[in-house]
C-alpha cells in the first residue's frame, strides 16, 4: 500500500464545507464530520526509499554475520577486503581458481568489459566455487553498456546536468539496478561526483555532472539513491574530487589545488550532499590535496583525507574502496604490498584491481603480526563488506541465465533513456534561416573524430538519411593524409551549408579531450570560405571556445545512442531543445545555465511573442487572484507543441520552490481518461473487452449488477453511486472493491448520468483481471513506456516527493500537507493504485499523450492506440448527456470549452486543480495543471477560471 508518512499537525483549518472526493466535480456537499473510522497512520506503511546507513552497517551483535566472521582465519578476512580485476571470457574457470581461490578467497571481483552472456555464466562459475558469497563490481556509470555492448544504455553524466530532470536521474538509477542484478553485478563504481570546473581536465569532462558543486551534489544524490531503491551499491567517486585536476590519474598522481574554503566549498561539497543524503560507499582516488599538505600522496593512502577528512570531518560510516591500485599514480611508485598496507592504515575497507592482490594480502597479515595494524581494525572492514552483501542480496539465488538472455533482447533505449536524451540537446549558437535543417535540402556532412571507436556513427548517419537522403557524409579519417583532404575540399565545393559532426571521448591515459588545432582549422576556414556552418559536438561542449564564429552550434555531450537518436530528431525539430549548459566555457558568453529554447526562439521569429505574453498573463492572474499558487501549461496546435510554460510556486510562501515543467501534479481524475479510459480503449481494439459487455463478464462478483457493462461505466449511466467516504466507513483494499461489488445501484442504468468514482474503480480492476497484470504494470507497458510518459507514475518513490507539487493541508484525516500522496482519500486507502484517481504526471507527459491522441494513436513512430478507436471512444452518446466514452463533451457549448470551441470537443477535469480540452478536427488542446486544493479544497475560482482560459485561448489561437 501506499506510504501515509507521519508528520507534525499542522494548525487545524476552519473548513465550512468540504468537497466530494469524487476528483472530477467542484460541486460542494455538507461538511464532513472529523470521523477516523480508518486512522490515517494505521494504513500499511510500505517504504520505497533505501534504509538508512545506520541500518545496513549496525554495530551492534548481528549473529548471521558474526557467525560468518568466526569461521574466517585472518587471512581469510584479510583476503575478503581484496576485489582483483577480472575480464570475463578472457581467462578460464579453471585459471581464476588456481590464480585467486586456491592461493586466497577473495571478497568479489571488479569486472571489466566482456559480452553480457559471458560476464554472466562467470558470476555463476565463480559464485558456485566460493565459499561465501561474491561480490561483484563494476564501472556502469551510464548503463550496463558502458562496459557491455549491446546493453542499456543512458546519456553521459554531463548530459543529465544539462537535462534539468533530477526525477529522471533516479529513475535511471533504478533500471540501471535492476539490469546490473540480473546479470549478477550488485555494485555499481558510480556515480562520479567530481565537480568539473577545469575544462582541460583529460578524464573527467563529460563524465562529471556539472562544474555547479550543488548540481554536482544534486544528481549524484539522486543517482546514488535510484541505485540504492534498486538495491544495488553505488560508489561516489573520486574521493575528494577529480575535476579540478589537469592530470589524469591513470597516467600519474593527480594534485587538486586551491585554499581550504575553496575546496571544501567546492569539490568536497557533492560528496558531502550524498554521504548526508545517504550513500552506502566512497571510491577514493588517487588524489593529492594542497589544502591538507598531502600533495605527495594520494588520497588512497592519506589517513589526513580517509579517516581524517572522509571519516570524522564528514561523518561518513559506510565502505571506503579505493580507486584501482594499478594505476600509475599508485603502482608507479609504490609495489603492491607496500600500497595494500598503507591504504588499510589510512582507513580502507575494500583494495580494488591490485596488480598483486596475493602480495597485497601477505603484506597486510604481516604489518599486523609486527602490531601495525590490529586485527580488530580488519573486522570492522570484513564486517561492513559482509553486511553490504547481505543488504544488496548477494546471499540470495542469482537469476537464471533465461533472465539474462531476456535482457540482452530488450531495446539499448529505454524511455528513461530517451527523455533524458532529449531534454539535454543544448542549442548555444543558432541561426532561424538555416536551423532547424529542411527535410529537403541538400547538405554536406562532414564528420571529424579523434578515434575510429565511435560505433553509432553508422546509427546517426542513418538517422539523419531517414529524415533527409540529400545529406552527403563524408567520414574524414582521424589522421588526414593529403588524399583524404582533396577529396574533402572537392566535396564541399559544391555546398553552402555544412554540417559538421565532432566526436571525442573521453580516453584512459591518453592526456588529451579537446579539438587538434588542424580540426579546428578546418572548421574556421570553412567560415571563412563564406559557408554556413552547423556544428553538432557528439562530444563535450568546450570546443566552441575553440571554434567561436560558427552559425549553428548545438551539443548532445556524447556520443552513446539515446543522444545520437535524440541530436538527430533536434536538428530537424521534431523535439524542442531546451537542454541547459551544465558548465561555463571561458572567454565566451556560454555561461552555465545557458541554452536557447527552440521552441521560444522559433515563436519569437514567427511573431508569436505577443501571444506567449498574453498566455503568460492570463495564467498569472489566477496566481495573483489566488486561484492557485501554481500552474504549468502545454498548448498544442495543429498536431504539434505549440507553447509551454510553468508559473508560481508549489504554495504561496515566497521561498516554496518554483513550479517547473517537470514538476509532479496530483492530476486527480485526469486518470481516469489518461490511463484508464486508454486501457479499455486498447483491450477494446484488441478484441479483450466488450463494451456492451457485463461487468460480470470480467468480474463474477459484479453478478447482483447484470444491466452493468463496461460502456455505461464509462459513459457515467452505470447506476452507481457517485462516491463514498471509505475512511468513515472503516474499509480499505479490497474491503472497498468489495463494497462497490454489493452495493445497490441508485438508479436505473442508462436512466440518468451521475459521474461516478466507483465506476471507475472498478473498470481499472477489470483491466488487471482481463491482463493478468497490476494496472501499474500494464500501464506502463502499453503506454507511459512507448509514449515516452517517463515521468508519470503512481506512489511516487521517497526521492520523487520534493519535487511534487503540494495539494492540501489536510485537517480531517491525515493532518498533514498532502505532497507526494495522492489526495483522494479513497485512492488512498485502495494503495494509491486506482482506475479513478492516483497517477502523478507532468504537464509535458500528459501534453505527449495529447500529442498521441490527436495524431491518430501514434507516438515515436509506434501506433498505440488505432484511429478508428479512438474516434469510437471520443463520440458523445447521445441524449441529453455530455458524455462520450471516459471524456465529457462541449455538448450545446454548455461544457468548460465554453463558446469558442466547438461542441464536440473534449476534455476532462481533475479535482485537485488540472484539466484537458481539445478539438481532435483542428488538433488544438490546451492541459492546464495546478495546485487549486492548496492550501483548502475549499475555494472558489477554479471553475471560471477554467473557463475563461479555454475561451481566451480558443479566441486567440483555435482556427487560426
Known amino acids: 500500500m501506499i506510504i501515509l508518512r507521519k508528520a507534525p499537525l499542522f494548525p487545524a483549518l476552519v473548513l465550512f464545507f468540504l468537497l466530494l472526493p469524487g476528483c472530477g466535480s467542484d460541486e460542494k456537499i455538507p461538511v464532513r464530520e472529523n470521523v477516523n473510522n480508518v486512522a490515517a497512520d494505521e494504513v500499511e506503511i510500505v517504504p520505497n526509499g533505501s534504509p538508512d546507513a545506520s541500518e545496513i552497517f549496525p554495530e551492534g551483535p548481528d549473529p548471521f554475520i558474526d557467525s560468518i566472521m568466526s569461521s574466517m582465519t585472518l587471512f581469510e578476512k584479510v583476503s575478503h577486503m581484496m576485489f582483483p580485476a577480472l575480464q570475463p571470457g578472457v581467462r578460464t574457470k ?27 555464466e562467470m558470476i555463476r562459475e565463480m559464485q558456485a566455487i566460493s565459499k561465501i558469497p561474491l561480490m561483484f563490481a563494476e564501472d556502469f556509470e551510464r548503463g550496463v553498456a558502458m562496459r557491455i555492448n549491446g546493453s542499456k544504455t543512458y546519456p553521459y553524466n554531463m548530459a543529465l546536468g544539462a537535462a534539468g530532470s533530477p526525477q529522471l536521474v533516479y529513475e ?20 562520479v561526483a567530481d565537480v568539473n570546473n577545469n575544462p582541460g581536465n583529460p578524464i573527467i569532462n563529460v563524465r562529471s555532472f556539472s562544474e555547479s558543486p550543488e548540481l554536482a551534489g544534486e544528481l549524484s544524490l539522486m543517482m546514488v539513491r535510484g541505485l540504492q531503491a534498486g538495491g544495488m551499491l553505488s560508489s561516489l567517486k573520486h574521493f575528494p574530487g577529480h575535476g579540478n585536476t589537469t592530470i589524469d590519474s591513470h597516467s600519474d598522481l593527480a594534485v587538486i589545488h586551491g585554499s581550504k574554503k575553496e575546496f571544501l566549498e567546492t569539490e568536497i561539497k557533492p560528496f558531502k550532499v550524498a554521504i548526508d543524503g545517504g550513500a552506502y560507499t566512497v571510491m577514493v582516488g588517487h588524489l593529492g590535496v594542497d589544502a591538507y599538505n598531502t600533495s605527495d600522496t594520494a588520497a588512497t593512502l592519506s589517513h589526513n583525507i580517509i579517516s581524517g577528512l572522509l571519516r570524522n570531518e564528514l561523518g561518513f560510516k559506510g565502505i571506503v574502496n579505493t580507486d584501482a591500485m594499478s594505476m600509475k599514480a599508485i603502482s608507479k611508485y609504490y609495489k603492491p604490498g607496500v600500497a595494500a598496507v598503507l591504504t588499510v592504515k589510512a582507513g580502507t575497507d575494500v583494495i580494488m584491481a591490485s596488480p598483486e592482490p596475493l602480495e597485497g594480502i601477505n603484506a597486510i597479515v604481516t604489518a599486523i603480526k609486527r602490531g601495525e595494524i590490529t586485527e580488530e581494525r580488519i573486522d570492522r572492514s570484513v564486517r561492513k563488506i559482509l553486511q553490504a552483501k547481505r543488504w544488496a542480496g548477494v546471499f540470495e539465488p542469482l537469476s537464471p541465465l533465461s533472465a539474462v538472455d531476456k535482457l540482452f533482447k530488450e531495446k539499448e533505449i529505454d524511455e528513461i533513456s530517451k527523455d533524458l536524451a532529449i531534454r539535454s540537446i543544448t542549442l548555444l549558437k543558432t541561426d532561424d534561416s538555416i536551423f532547424p535543417l529542411d527535410k529537403k535540402k ?57 554540417i559538421v559532426s565532432v566526436y571525442l571521448q573521453v580516453r584512459q591515459s591518453s592526456g588529451r579531450i579537446n579539438l587538434t588545432k588542424d580540426a579546428a582549422g578546418l572548421i574556421n576556414a570553412l567560415k571563412k570560405k563564406g559557408k554556413k556552418v552547423i556544428v553538432l559536438a557528439h562530444s563535450h561542449p568546450y570546443i566552441l571556445m575553440d571554434i567561436p564564429n560558427v552559425d549553428v552550434f548545438v551539443t548532445n555531450y556524447g556520443a552513446e545512442l539515446s543522444g545520437e537518436m535524440a541530436l538527430a530528431a533536434a536538428v530537424f525539430g521534431e523535439n524542442n531543445i531546451s537542454g541547459k549548459l551544465p558548465v561555463s566555457l571561458p572567454g565566451t558568453p556560454y555561461k552555465f545555465g545557458t541554452g ?135 474499509l480499505q483494499g479490497q474491503q472497498i472493491i468489495d463494497d462497490i461489488c454489493n452495493t445497490p445501484l441508485e438508479y436505473k442504468t442508462g436512466s440518468k448520468t451521475v459521474y461516478s468514482d466507483l465506476g471507475m474503480i472498478i473498470l481499472g480492476k477489470v483491466v488487471e483481471r482481463v491482463t493478468g497484470e497490476d494496472f501499474d504494470d500494464h500501464l506502463r507497458r502499453v503506454l507511459w513506456a512507448p509514449a515516452g510518459m517517463s515521468m508519470t507514475r503512481f506512489n511516487p518513490d521517497d526521492a520523487n516527493i520534493p519535487f511534487c507539487v503540494p495539494t492540501e493541508i489536510d485537517d480531517y484525516w491525515r493532518f498533514r500537507l498532502v505532497q507526494g500522496t495522492v489526495h483522494d482519500e479513497n485512492c488512498t486507502l485502495l494503495g494509491g493504485i486506482s482506475g479513478h484517481a492516483g497517477i502523478f504526471s507532468t504537464v509535458q507527459d500528459v501534453g505527449k499523450f495529447m500529442l498521441m491522441l490527436l495524431n491518430g494513436g501514434l507516438a515515436g513512430g509506434e501506433q498505440l492506440i488505432k484511429p478508428a478507436t479512438i474516434a469510437t471512444f471520443l463520440k458523445r452518446g447521445g441524449g441529453k448527456s455530455s458524455r462520450a466514452l471516459g471524456w465529457d463533451t462541449n455538448f450545446e457549448h454548455k461544457g468548460l470549452g465554453g463558446k469558442k470551441f466547438p461542441v464536440y470537443s473534449f476534455g476532462h477535469t481533475g479535482f485537485t486543480g488540472t484539466s484537458i480540452w481539445a478539438d481532435p478536427v483542428s488538433k488544438f488542446a490546451l492541459i492546464l495543471f495546478t495546485n487549486r486544493v492548496h492550501p483548502t479544497r475549499d475555494k472558489e475560482g477554479m471553475k471560471a477560471f477554467r473557463l475563461r482560459y479555454h475561451e481566451a485561448l480558443a479566441s486567440l489561437l483555435l482556427h487560426k
Open 172 to 191: 535511471m538509477g533504478k533500471r540501471i539496478a535492476a539490469d546490473s542484478k540480473i546479470l549478477g553485478v550488485h555494485w555499481n563504481l558510480s556515480p
Open 596 to 730: 536557447i529554447d527552440l521552441l521560444k526562439e522559433r515563436g519569437k521569429t514567427l511573431g508569436l511573442q505577443g501571444i506567449y505574453d498574453q498566455i503568460d498573463e492570463l495564467v498569472m492572474s489566477g496566481i495573483r487572484d489566488s486561484v492557485f499558487p501554481g500552474a504549468a501549461i502545454v498548448v498544442i496546435k495543429d498536431g504539434k507543441l505549440f507553447y509551454e510554460n510553468s508559473y508560481g510556486r508549489f504554495t504561496y510562501d515566497s521561498g516554496s520552490a518554483e513550479v517547473k515543467l517537470n514538476s509532479l501534479f496530483d492530476i486527480a481524475s485526469l486518470t481516469k481518461v489518461t490511463a484508464t479510459t486508454f486501457a479499455v480503449m486498447k483491450l477494446y481494439e484488441e478484441g479483450r473487452i466488450s463494451l456492451d459487455s457485463p461487468v460480470a463478464q470480467y468480474m463474477p462478483e459484479f453478478k447482483d449488477k447484470p444491466t452493468v457493462t463496461v460502456r455505461s461505466i464509462l459513459l457515467h449511466n452505470s447506476g452507481l453511486p457517485a462516491s463514498k467516504i471509505y475512511y468513515k466507513l472503516g
Open 94 to 120: 579453471d585459471w581464476l581458481e588456481n590464480r585467486h581461490f586456491q592461493n586466497y578467497k577473495p571478497g568479489g571481483f571488479v569486472l571489466f568489459g566482456s559480452s553480457m552472456r559471458k560476464t554472466a
Open 442 to 498: 541538400k547538405y554536406f556532412h562532414l564528420i571529424l573524430r579523434d578515434g575510429r571507436d565511435f560505433p553509432n556513427i553508422k546509427r546517426f548517419k542513418e538517422e539523419l538519411n531517414k529524415r533527409n537522403s540529400r545529406i552527403e557524409t563524408y567520414d574524414l579519417p582521424p589522421n588526414p593524409d593529403k588524399d583524404d583532404l582533396n577529396i574533402y575540399e572537392e566535396k564541399i565545393a559544391n555546398y553552402n551549408e555544412v
